[in-house]
């Protein structure tokens, strides 16, 4: 492990978010925390880091962090146990259920978020040794139609292009992109590139994002259209000479058959049109431009990708560059944006089911290559079950022992409600994480290990462009959490494959790694990082960004396939002819709408790292759908209300947003909450697990889907300095807020019954307001000065302004004035304040008179002339008069509350 | 020639109405003052102030006798009016001279209550109304005196509070369950309870006298129940009586107070009650502002004006130093009224609003008081208060700002 510099030096990393892989520069703070900025030098932001990544530093608390090995005990309880036991145990039960049962009853389920060593540890043990394939990831939910376009297109997971192709481009097509919140780092670059070189923006997605620039020309095109849109293109493209034919005759393999099944597609503007929903204008001002432009780059990511012709879609697009040889070229490329800080990492290690290891596959000599260097005597030598199939494997109890790591299946998968119930019938159900709650751990896991976080572990991971980076550790590992790849290898040992897990460190496996790459290589495989295989540690300490291959002994190389050289045996890339897009499921009378998932720009996946942030929790705080006008005209939805939305899967609750943005006839929810951090918001419960026959990758972007009002009579939130239990009846979305935990909530319970769920935790110093009359109860506790926690309820647009409390919650001290107006629940800044009330029987208060004083008013006759105080009862004259004595000496109170900041 | 207008009593509402008449009917009468207190006239309100050593006796004065010069009033304090010739239209007073008016305004007053129980005339038992009572109750304290006032009301409060500032060991005695219960519910009335403790004060809560004891002064309060509390005086602040019995004798029409209509004028004609000893409509208001609005009333009606007294919807201010408390209208809140209640009792805070059909009906506020005119202006004028009915509790800047947003 990297030691933490006592000098609380910057130490460069890599994000811990998506595949655009931005450099950070953390500066510990020597307190558990971190100052986190962009590096200036790393290629792939130069410094600039988005919302997320500039948040890092609020994500690093220890609040939910799991920090003991823990076993499911007698009772049923979690209890904490020595790492020693933890790892007997595991690798007890490993042994004991692949001897009963072979080894196929066991899988690991991985993640992007692994880091490289930790990939290649995980698939080399269970591909090598336990001899099962059964190894997929999260990544398969990401990236995996891309993959598999790649390969069958140019014979090997290739990504040709690189980010300085999105500086030079002239035109850049995003097709299912929302690269503004997805990858806003390199969206920035494509920005920049229109402003400074004039490059023309067109993006293809059913939604209207914002990655559509107002001078963009946008195809808002019908669901899983995208291959005829492509087909259509690559129709015009041979139709009007724009071919590159010599490129096509000595490169590739394959047009005649692609062109037929593109004509018989959309063989014109006008089918193309017709096929995906477009104005036949749109169309054919995308085909022209791409025809007319060499310099076009083809960015593509989960609207392609995740689908059941998820693969067809990618070779659809691949074919159009192929076609006009425009890949591998400065600003000309076909360029897979991936969602994940390290999918490329695990693809290159090969830890997914359908690849063996170092970009081979499972063919006789790949599998004999890898078993000699591994000496791996029980080899896996098929493809394994990709991550929807390992699922329903568990769900029918052929697999029975499962190793979740660094991942949160039972909320992003498919049918995650299906997923959630099978992964109960486990026999043994293991998960290394970070957080000791989330919905996978809490879905009957029966060992828990704590790994290393973002921050401490250290490796490298590898982003959307093959750039090779270091993730080091600048943080202490808390409790006894350990790199992931230590706890596999210590399983491993004790399976008795200590030999070929004598790792000491993430450097010793990132040499072995390389070494992989590079054997019996001699070009034939694009993955070769070979002349790193002999880094000293010291030089993996401090390895600088890098782009593979890093062949030994040759010239680096950015860009692939310009001159062709793809990786067959022929050197030639294929044209695919894809499928008749079609969707595999339809809507009906009682499913009408189609559901599209996606991300929202602050959250990341399952927010168990973006969730703690309070700066990241502001922008979009609840779990919603979107809807067209018509559509919530249609079903009776109006904005900010609350829906049911159903599928044939589950169920959900969300908030309504309407937006002319939405197409009609789909709904768009995003994939972030769980049970975790809301009620009834896991979309993955709704997605239907249907899977692209290549890819085995999911569609979660069209699942048939209604839509009905749901009526809560209360909305409200609550804030607390400790973590609330809120009652079981109440709706609740978890956000993070500054100094302690905050939940907004909609209910229909009475009042009341919130009173007393207040009081049953609150402290002694309490204030209330209470208008049960107007449906209104608000409650605050105190220690001292500040708010310990507090309660708002009230009628549908009436529960108090969450912003404004947030603020007087987030401060160490409330004042008096502040106090006084914080039930309130509204904002105090710029009010007059008249003070103390001085004059009772007038309401004259001491701001407005120590005012008039300083106006120039000597005795008590004076002020009672300008403010009638003191000129009823009298009682306050005296008081006047220590005012007029005063005034002058010191000066009067504030104006105005200021609210706290 | 002027008229001769005689007023009985020189307290606050007699010097109101001086004040006024002076306004609206400048030498249309010869105005005679004639009161028992051998002072000027003076801020009654402030004599807990002055027992609390907030201010002093002079202070408290009125209008300097200057005042009344120029307004050619004729000042005969320290004289007791003794007999009203309604027939004759004379006033007589002691040593038998008599006072011929045209007109005759009544400002008698009132007395307070003196407790019917065993050892209620012993020596060391006390009242406070007038300033000769703050002296006396100035000598006691400076002396360390024990002192147990009986009554929980505003009177009684601001009697112990100002006898504990000035040094003396108080104990206040209330008879019912709750302090100041015909201003305040029992929330607000705990937290008085509570601020005023704050204060150095013991408050016993139903706690019924029974007797006082003592041989030729008081040497202690016995309760029914039969507690002792060890005193060296008792003040009696439980109440107070409308001064009648001049009316009466007169025979003028007499209730509790003297029976005045909505020319505040009595049975008697040309003869008029305004003040604490006046009854209109039923009601015996003990607060000066009632008292001012009838003197208004009264001095246009004497200037041959059109006015009329519809009553007053009264409020009450406590004036104990840092103890602010506000009560108007219907605070309690009965069946048909909804209450919105703010409460921070820690901060010393409790605020509730009546409403009944869409309108502010009563306010009960402790702590913080500085919206409560506007409410008092709300109950008042009646207006429609839903559409700020969310924000109204937080005061009317912030009410207005949401109403006009």
């Keep these: 492990m990297t030691a933490i510099d006592p000098d609380l030096r910057a130490i460069s990393t890599t994000c811990a978010y998506c595949g655009v892989g931005c450099g950070i520069l953390a500066t510990p703070d020597g307190r558990g925390g971190a100052a986190i900025s962009g590096d200036p030098e790393h290629p792939a932001n130069f410094g600039r880091l988005c919302s997320k990544g500039s948040a890092l530093g609020e994500t690093l608390g220890l609040a939910n962090r799991l920090l003991y090995p823990m076993i499911r005990c007698g009772k049923g309880t979690m209890e904490r146990v020595a790492w020693s036991d933890a790892l007997d145990h595991v690798a007890h039960r490993f042994q004991h259920i692949i001897a009963r049962d072979g080894p196929g009853a066991v899988a690991f389920y991985l993640s992007g978020q692994l880091l490289t060593e930790d990939y290649y540890v995980a698939n080399k043990l269970m591909k090598g040794f336990i001899g099962s394939a059964n190894v997929d990831t999260n990544s398969r939910l990401c990236m995996a139609s891309s993959v598999a376009g790649h390969r069958r297109a140019f014979g090997a997971d290739t990504v040709p292009g690189c980010y300085e192709d999105l500086d030079e481009a002239d035109l850049l097509v995003l097709v299912g992109s929302n690269a503004a919140w997805c990858h806003p780092v390199l969206y920035q670059r494509m920005l920049a590139n229109k402003q400074q070189r004039g490059a023309r923006m067109i993006v293809i997605d059913p939604r209207r994002t914002d990655t559509v620039g107002d001078d963009d020309l946008f195809l808002g095109l019908k669901p899983g259209t995208d291959t005829a849109l492509f087909s259509g293109l690559l129709v015009h493209l041979a139709d009007n000479g724009a071919l590159d034919r010599d490129y096509i005759a000595l490169h590739t393999t394959g047009f005649d058959d692609a062109i037929a099944r593109a004509r018989n597609i959309a063989g014109s503007v006008g089918a193309t049109a017709l096929a995906t929903g477009l104005a036949e204008q749109d169309v054919a001002t995308f085909f022209q431009m791409f025809a007319n432009t060499e310099r076009v780059v083809t960015l593509y990511s989960q609207g392609v990708n995740q689908s059941a012709q998820g693969t067809d879609k990618v070779n659809a697009i691949v074919n159009c560059h192929l076609a006009t040889g425009r890949i591998g070229l400065p600003g000309a490329s076909p360029f897979s944006l991936t969602g994940q800080p390290n999918a490329m990492g695990g693809r290159e290690v090969g830890g997914l089911a359908n690849q063996l290891a170092a970009h081979m596959g499972f063919t006789p000599p790949d599998i004999d290559r890898v078993r000699r260097f591994w000496k791996a005597p029980r080899i896996a030598t098929h493809e394994g079950l990709k991550a929807v199939q390992m699922f329903e494997a568990i769900a029918r109890g052929e697999i029975k022992a499962l190793w979740v790591m660094g991942t949160n299946p039972a909320v992003s998968l498919p049918n995650a409600d299906g997923v959630r119930e099978a992964l109960k019938k486990l026999e043994l159900f293991v998960v290394s994480e970070n957080v000791i709650s989330n919905d996978t751990v809490d879905a009957g896991t029966h060992v828990l290990l704590p790994a290393q976080a973002w921050g401490e572990k250290s490796g490298t991971v590898t982003n959307s462009e093959r750039c090779i980076s270091r993730q080091r550790a600048f943080l202490s590992a808390p409790g006894e959490a350990r790199p992931d790849w230590w706890i596999m290898g210590e399983v491993a040992r004790r399976l008795g494959f200590g030999a070929a897990f004598g790792f000491s460190s993430a450097a010793d496996i990132f040499r072995e790694h390389a070494a992989l790459s590079a054997f019996e290589n001699e070009g034939a495989r694009d993955f070769d990082i070979g002349a790193l295989q002999s880094l000293s540690d010291s030089d993996f300490d401090a390895m600088a960004p890098v782009q593979w291959p890093v062949r030994q002994g040759s010239e680096p190389q950015a860009r692939f396939f310009a001159e062709g050289g793809f990786f067959a045996n022929d050197f030639k890339a294929r044209f695919i002819a894809p499928e008749i897009p079609a969707l595999r499921t339809e809507t009906t009378a009682a499913r009408p709408l189609r559901l599209n998932t996606g991300r929202i720009r602050d959250q990341w996946h399952t927010m168990t790292r973006t969730g703690e942030s309070p700066r990241l929790g502001q922008h979009l705080p609840e779990p919603f759908v979107e809807v067209h006008p018509d559509d919530a005209a249609r079903h009776g939805l109006a904005d900010g209300d609350f829906a049911r939305v159903t599928t044939d899967y589950g169920q959900c609750t969300l908030r309504v947003v309407v937006s002319e943005r939405q197409q009609r006839g789909m709904l768009f929810a995003p994939i972030h909450w769980s049970e975790a951090n809301a009620t009834g918001a896991r979309v993955g419960s709704l997605v239907a697990p249907i899977t692209d026959p290549f890819s085995g990758q999911p569609e979660n972007k069209a699942t048939p889907v209604s839509i009905t009002p749901y009526e809560y009579v209360f909305r409200g939130f609550a804030l607390s300095r400790k973590p609330l239990e809120l009652p079981d009846h109440a709706w609740v979305a978890r956000v993070a807020v500054s100094g302690g935990y905050g939940y907004l909530f909609a209910d229909n319970a009475d009042l009341a019954g919130w009173q007393s769920w207040l009081k049953s935790f609150a402290t002694d110093d309490l204030a209330e307001y209470k208008d049960f009359g107007g449906g209104v109860y608000r409650g605050a506790s105190f220690r001292g000065d500040r708010i310990e926690t507090c309660l708002f309820i009230g009628p549908a647009r009436d529960a108090g302004d969450w912003n404004v409390v947030k603020d007087l919650f987030a401060a160490d001290a409330l004042g008096n004035d502040q106090r006084r107006m914080l039930l309130s629940g509204k904002s105090a800044d710029g009010l007059a304040n008249a003070g103390p009330i001085v004059c009772a029987c007038f309401g004259v208060g001491r701001n407005t008179i120590c005012d008039t004083i300083a106006g120039g008013a000597r005795s008590a006759a004076d002020i009672g002339a300008r403010l009638k105080a003191g000129t009823n009862c009298g009682s306050c004259i005296p008081e006047l008069k220590r005012l007029i004595a005063q005034t002058g000496t010191s000066g009067p109170g504030p104006r105005t509350l200021a609210a706290a900041n | ?405």
């Design chain 2, 1 to 405: 020639m002027s008229e001769p207008l005689v007023i009985v009593g020189n307290g606050m509402a007699a010097a109101r109405l001086v004040d006024e008449l002076a306004k609206v009917a400048l030498g249309r009468y010869a105005i005679a003052v004639i009161g028992d207190e051998p002072r000027l006239a003076y801020n009654r309100v402030l004599l807990s102030s002055v027992l609390a050593g907030e201010t002093t006796s002079q202070d408290i004065e009125l209008r300097p006798a200057s005042w009344w010069r120029d307004r050619g009033v004729t000042l005969k304090y320290g004289c007791t009016a003794t007999e009203i010739d309604v027939g004759r239209r004379e006033l007589k007073i002691e040593n038998d001279e008599s006072v011929p008016f045209s007109k005759l305004v009544l400002t008698t007053g009132s007395s307070p209550l003196r407790l019917n129980v065993p050892g209620a005339d012993l020596a060391g038992v006390h009242t406070f109304r007038d300033s000769r009572d703050v002296d006396l109750l100035l000598s006691l304290a400076a002396q360390k005196k024990r002192v147990v006032v009986v009554g929980g009301g505003l009177l009684g409060l601001e009697a112990a509070y100002g006898l504990a500032k000035a040094g003396a060991p108080v104990t206040l005695v209330h008879l019912m369950d709750r302090l100041m219960e015909r201003q305040l519910d029992a929330p607000a009335a705990e937290l008085l309870k509570s601020l005023v403790e704050r204060k150095g004060i013991e408050i016993l809560l139903n706690a019924n006298t029974a007797r006082i004891h003592g041989e030729t002064r008081v040497e202690g309060v016995e309760l029914v129940d039969g507690r002792l509390i060890p005193a060296d005086a008792v003040i009696f602040a439980a109440g107070i009586r409308p001064n009648i019995a001049l009316a009466r004798e007169a025979g003028i029409a007499v209730n509790r107070g003297v029976v005045v209509d909505d020319h505040l004028q009595t049975g008697a004609p040309d003869v008029f009650a305004i003040g604490e000893c006046a009854e209109h409509r039923g009601i015996c208001y003990g607060l000066v502002e009632p008292a001012y609005e009838q003197a208004r009333v009264l001095a246009r009606h004497l200037a041959g004006r059109e006015a009329s007294y519809p009553g007053s919807i009264v409020a009450t201010n406590l004036k104990v130093s840092g103890v602010s408390v506000f009560s108007a209208g219907d605070f309690m809140g009965g069946d048909g009224s909804e209450t919105i209640v703010l409460s921070d009792l820690n901060h010393g805070t409790y605020k509730k609003l009546v409403i009944a059909g869409g309108r502010l009906t009563g306010a009960v506020l402790i702590g913080d008081v500085a919206d409560a005119l506007w409410y008092l202006e709300l109950i008042r004028t009646r207006q429609p208060t839903q559409r700020i009915r969310a924000d109204m509790m937080f005061g009317r800047s912030l009410a207005i700002r949401s109403e006009a947003a």
